[in-house]
């Protein structure tokens, strides 16, 4: 007993070991490649911390072993039959040999089988990372070890239905049934590529096919009611959310498919979702915990509130409900009409026969006596990557953001939504009403094919909590969700913000698609280990946790059956096919032990009287989590020593990455600098061959230009030529009458001749005395009675060509002196122009003699008087000799005297007079001309 304990109890510490470790892998995945860079930033550290994280990896693994062995001998030891009963699941799927998925027919008929999948229990035990969260609970309270120890794992295909939509009005005025959808039964559906369809295009370029097979777990046909697709789809996991088991529900398809008709319905017709809040209150009925002091908490653990908090929660909840009394009309915001599930009644009008599942549930339970339920809604939605809650009062400027919430995981690798609304409601009513606030809310807007298409995931959830006196026993969660329309941006004629919208809505719906493919794939494969990409997107990380194995998920695909959305609907039934492929397993009683209780590392409760333990909540978070530096980590619940850490850590990483952030950005500008050089120096190069071109081009112009005046000019001269041409034109007419006045004129000279040679020589007289005169020194006439007329005719052609010579002489003559007359004309004309130039010359002349003539004149009067003057001086020097005492010199003359007074260094009064004299007349300084 005293080994098999202490075996127990290395068994535990390796358990949660391991179990740290692998609720941790994914975690570790995504923070893998943030330390990744990190690592590569430390640079010299890289390969020491490689190193040690391989050490750790082989140290996990090797407990991971160790782990396995034990628990097999303690399995084998406590519980034969049930390692048995698994060993015999395991064997019988491993036995399951699938063959191909998709199977080529030679009409062109692509069959997608659905059970084409290679799965084996023990492939999904190894990839599976939270296989062992139950066993590390096990260790929390005894029952549950019991429990552990009966752990069955169910392996199920992802039921994948489908729903076909009848056509609307509209939809068959315009010609949309072409007959694209071919129900052939329950399970398999036929798809025929409409005329125009990108599908029918590309078949008959040879590419792909132009019909395609799928099978779906049930197929629900056009005249399908709700109640009968509720029957046929969730009702059997709303059955098993009662026992405590997760589910959810997606509803996939493009937009306008029906997928809100299918989730939430209409007021005369509900969708899954009443339905299922109608059979959940039908099983609780009577056993309502009313206290609301008992709350969900983070992903899947619950917390006792205090009655301030209780009257916390209860005022929320008054306020949500009051946004909807606010409205008068409400708006019809989503797909489903706003009036939708407002029932006066506690329970739904649609109710109809639901009791044989609620006394199934009541029978299969068996606690009816003990127990009671906590129902806690939320609804929220997913736009553009980032949550919303949808039971959040509306803002009341269009101008202000709403808060988007974080998505946080919990130490088991629980996603949840931080902050999230979460509202205890006690009927169906305020459940819908719930719906209803939420549906006001919920991001929708017009596209070309749906008035009111949702442009969002909005996801309504629910956590029921089975309470056992104060303490919560389970919780179980049923989430459905409403994907946005997976339509195409082209299809839809989306801009902008809406462009945006279908860009992360369609990036959202590739990561789901991606992780179950992934999923898929690690399933068939067991040597494959693909990393499975659910974190990142909201909707993927969000439901991660039941795509691993904690609940049953199921889709319900909605399509129509309009032959314009041909492409998008097959692109929707191939997503399907690859869905319906992935095998979940989820243990069976797996849920029971699932104790929502806070517990760390080392088994104690966080929770303590309805407060948080420091200490667990200390042990609770890993090193790696306080090491995360992710965003949507909840860092608010660390200690304030463990904050400080953080920042530490963070500091030093901040640091490490601003150095490595400088030195980049030091090689980028160096980059960008030569980048830019080079492309400026290729710009001048190009702009350098530019000129070159624009040159020859202007050349090339310039020439084309010349050339065009030149063919102008050429134009205008035969222009003018033809003008002249039309001046000297004669009529045809005019120049015939002349031609024949000619004929006549000659005639009758003809006659006249004729007549001349008959009459008498006396008709010489004729002749005048000047033409005589002229012509007789040619041709001097015989004037005699004796000659003939024939002869005179002779005389008279005679003189006439004589005559002709001596008018061509003249002419000759006539030109010779025309010339003579234009040289003539030009002498004169130039001897005009000598004579105009000597006429002006002589005028300058004779104005230059009249100048000087002036100029004579004038010196001739300057003359005189300087001879009068010289005649004064003259008389004043004899006056003044004959005064004068000293005898008088010989006489030399005037001039000689003047210049001998002047030159004399003797003062003489003369010169003295002489000057002063001169000074005295200033008529003397006249100049001399
Ligand atoms: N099974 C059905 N029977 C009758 N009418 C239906 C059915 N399914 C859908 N409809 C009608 O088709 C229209 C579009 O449906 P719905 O709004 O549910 O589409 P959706 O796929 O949710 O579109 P979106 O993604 O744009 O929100 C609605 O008027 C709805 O009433």
């Known amino acids: 007993m005293t080994v098999t304990h202490a075996l127990r109890i290395l068994v535990t510490q390796k358990r949660s070991k391991v179990w740290l470790y692998f609720t941790r892998k994914d975690a570790n995945a995504v923070i893998c490649n943030s330390c990744k860079s990190l690592i590569s930033a430390m640079g010299g ?62 009409d062109g008929t692509v069959f997608v089988h659905a059970d084409a999948m290679e799965s084996t229990c023990n492939d999904l035990h190894s990839c599976n990372p939270h296989r062992d969260v139950f066993s590390e609970l096990s260790s929390i309270t005894s029952t549950q070890s019991e429990v552990l120890d009966t752990v069955e794992q169910q392996p199920q295909q992802l039921r994948v239905y489908l729903r076909v939509r009848p056509f609307s009005k509209d939809e068959l005025s315009f010609n949309e049934d072409q007959g694209c959808v071919v129900i052939e039964n329950s399970q398999s559906v036929m798809l025929n590529a409409p005329k125009g369809s990108a599908t029918m295009k590309s078949s008959e370029k040879g590419i792909g096919q132009a019909i395609h097979k799928f099978s779906f777990s049930q197929i629900f046909g056009p005249e399908t009611k709700q109640t009968d697709l509720f029957e046929g789809t969730i009702k059997s ?167 988007a919430l974080r998505v946080c995981e919990d130490s088991m690798g629980n996603s949840y939504v931080r902050d999230l609304k979460w509202i205890n409601v006690h009927n169906s009513e305020e459940a819908c009403k719930i719906l209803r606030v939420g549906n006001k809310n919920r991001s929708a807007a017009s596209t070309k094919m749906n008035q009111s298409s949702s442009r969002s995931h909005s996801i309504f959830t629910m956590k029921l909590l089975r309470i056992d006196g104060t303490d919560v026993q389970r919780i179980s969660e049923l989430s459905l969700c409403d994907l946005a329309g997976s339509e195409r941006c082209g299809k839809t004629k989306t801009f902008g913000e809406r462009l945006k919208e279908a860009g992360n809505i369609n990036n959202s719906l590739l990561i789901l698609g991606k992780c179950i493919a992934a999923l898929r794939n690690n399933q068939s494969d067991r040597m494959k280990n693909c990393y499975i990409p659910f974190r990142e997107s909201k ?278 002196l025309e010339k003579k007359v234009a040289i003539l004309n030009d002498t004169l004309r130039e001897a005009g122009e000598s004579y105009h130039e000597k006429t002006a010359q002589e005028e300058t002349l004779k104005k230059k003699l009249a100048d000087q003539t002036q100029a004579i004149e004038r010196m001739v009067t300057d003359c005189t008087e300087k001879d009068k003057e010289l005649a004064l001086l003259k008389e004043e020097f004899s006056k003044l000799s004959q005064k004068s005492p000293i005898r008088a010199k010989p006489k030399r003359g005037f001039m000689a005297n003047i210049r001998e007074s002047v030159t004399s260094p003797r003062t003489s009064t003369i010169g003295r007079t002489l000057r002063k004299s001169v000074r005295t007349e200033p008529l003397l300084k006249k100049p001399f001309h």
Request: hydrophobic share 35%; aromatic share 6%; charged share 25%.
């Open 45 to 106: 550290t890289t390969s020491n911390m490689q190193k040690h994280l391989a050490t750790q990896h082989a140290i996990r693994l090797q407990d991971c072993r160790v782990f396995d062995s034990l628990l097999l001998s303690d399995t084998t030891t406590t519980s034969e039959s049930s390692s048995s009963g698994a060993n015999e699941t395991a064997s019988a799927i491993n036995a399951k040999e699938m063959t191909t998925i998709i199977d080529l027919t030679q």
């Open 539 to 816: 909707l993927t990380r969000l439901f991660q946790s039941i795509f691993c194995g904690k609940g049953r998920a199921s889709m319900i695909v909605n399509i129509n059956q309009c032959a314009s959305t041909y492409d998008e609907t097959l692109h929707v039934m191939k997503f399907s096919a690859v869905a319906k492929q992935v095998v979940q397993v989820i243990p069976t009683k797996l849920q029971e032990s699932f104790a929502p209780q806070l517990v760390g590392r080392d088994g104690k409760p966080l929770l303590r009287n309805g407060v948080i333990d420091d200490q667990a909540l200390q042990n609770y978070l890993s090193e790696e989590e306080l090491l995360d530096d992710e965003d949507d980590n909840d860092m608010s619940i660390l200690p304030q020593e463990d904050l400080l850490n953080v920042i530490d850590n963070l500091r030093t990483k901040l640091l490490a990455e601003r150095r490595k952030n400088l030195v980049q950005e030091i090689e980028i500008r160096k980059e960008m600098g030569d980048a830019m050089l080079q492309q400026l120096m290729e710009s001048e190069e190009q702009r350098n061959r530019q000129v070159a071109k624009l040159k020859d081009s202007y050349q090339e112009k310039l020439e084309n230009t010349f050339d065009l005046y030149k063919d102008a000019l050429k134009d205008h001269a035969y222009q003018r030529a033809l003008e002249r041409v039309e001046d000297d034109y004669v009529p045809l007419d005019e120049f015939i009458a002349e031609q024949e006045k000619v004929e006549a004129l000659e005639q009758k000279l003809s006659e006249i001749n004729q007549q001349r040679s008959t009459s008498t020589v006396g008709s010489f007289t004729v002749l005048t005395k000047d033409n005589c005169s002229q012509t007789e020194h040619i041709l001097p006439l015989p004037v005699h009675n004796g000659v003939t007329d024939a002869e005179r005719c002779i005389v008279l052609l005679e003189e006439k060509s004589a005559l002709k010579k001596l008018c061509e002489q003249k002419e000759k003559l006539i030109v010779l």
């Open 237 to 403: 996991q709303v059955c098993d959310y009662l026992e405590g088991k997760n589910a959810l529900v997606f509803s996939y398809g493009v937009t306008n498919a029906g997928k809100t008709h299918t989730i939430q319905g209409s007021h005369k017709d509900p969708g899954i979702l009443p339905r299922a809040l109608d059979v959940i209150f039908r099983h609780i009925n009577g056993r309502q915990y009313e206290n609301m002091d008992l709350k969900p908490y983070l992903g899947c653990d619950a917390q006792y509130l205090g009655p301030d908090q209780v009257k916390q929660e209860r005022c929320t909840k008054a306020t949500v409900f009051a946004l909807l009394k606010e409205e008068n009309e409400p708006p019809q915001v989503s797909g489903v009409s706003s009036d939708v599930f407002r029932t006066s009644t506690g329970s739904l009008s649609f109710s109809v026969s639901y009791d044989n599942t609620v006394e199934f549930v009541n029978a299969s339970s068996g606690e009816r006596d003990r127990s009671q339920f906590a129902l806690w809604v939320a609804f929220y939605e997913i736009y553009n990557e980032s949550v919303y809650d949808l039971l959040q009062a509306p803002l009341s400027s269009k101008t202000k953001r709403r808060t």
